[in-house]
């Protein structure tokens, strides 16, 4: 999985709860990536940074914040959990962010959160 | 706004057969479209791509098209083992940010 690890790799909570879901790399990659994955959606981005401290809203942002103080860790945090993030989540990574060379994106293992 | 079709949702095929798998968008910007194969459990890991600056690319027995004019490009796997039986998800960028719009995936089955 290139370098990239998410953790938890799995989590139960209750509505209502703070979530911080965690990934790192070891690429030292300047484009990270969250992705939620359902049923019949495919993936669908929620948050990216472009570098330290610099970030930037997805197709599916709202519930959901990020953040970025070091090039190898990117934060994905649920306020407040509910039942409709129920879901797997996957951290990409990639090494430069668009134009005429686009790269490609590495994908972690995913994490699974059921909110119950 | 972005937008990928991808089809069928399912495919099964005998061990040897081609499988062909299609996706449609709308941005005539989109500049890069990569596939991505998803093992059950495990993240996406790509197994080709192809810019908008050719129309056809080979790796072995995979190969995808592009067809800029009518906006598809299409997965095409040759002699199918029973390991390629994944879901497969098609992707597509317009040009900058390197945000990729998945299409829904194909959940391709190789049968004995």
């Known amino acids: 999985d290139a370098g990239i690890t998410q953790s938890p790799r799995h989590k139960v909570t209750e509505t209502g709860t703070p979530v911080t879901l965690r990934c790192h790399q070891t690429e030292n990659h300047r484009y990270m990536y969250w992705y939620r994955q359902d049923p019949g959606h495919g993936l669908r981005l929620i948050h990216y940074s472009y570098g330290v401290k610099d970030t930037d809203k997805g197709e599916v942002s709202d519930g959901y914040s990020v953040s970025r103080s070091k090039t190898e860790d990117f934060l994905l945090t649920l306020e407040s959990a509910t039942s409709s993030q129920t879901s797997v989540y996957f951290c990409?990574?990639?090494?430069?962010?668009?134009?005429?060379?686009?790269?490609?994106?590495?994908f972690g293992p995913g994490t699974r959160l059921l909110v119950l | 706004g972005e937008n990928v079709e991808q089809h069928p949702s399912t495919l099964s095929v005998q061990e040897g057969d081609s499988a062909v798998i299609k996706c449609t968008y709308s941005d005539s910007a989109s500049n890069y479209f990569p596939w991505y194969k998803q093992e059950l459990g495990k993240g996406p890991q790509l197994i080709i791509d192809?810019?908008?600056?050719?129309g056809e690319k080979k790796d072995q027995r995979i190969a995808v098209t592009l067809n800029k004019t009518a906006k598809h490009f299409s997965l095409h796997i040759t002699e199918t083992q029973p390991e390629d039986s994944a879901v497969y998800f098609c992707a597509e960028n317009t040009g900058g940010g390197n945000k990729l719009t998945f299409g829904t995936g194909t959940q391709l089955k190789v049968e004995l």
């Open positions: 192809i810019r908008s600056n050719v």
């Open positions: 990409a990574i990639s090494e430069t962010g668009g134009g005429a060379d686009q790269e490609t994106q590495y």
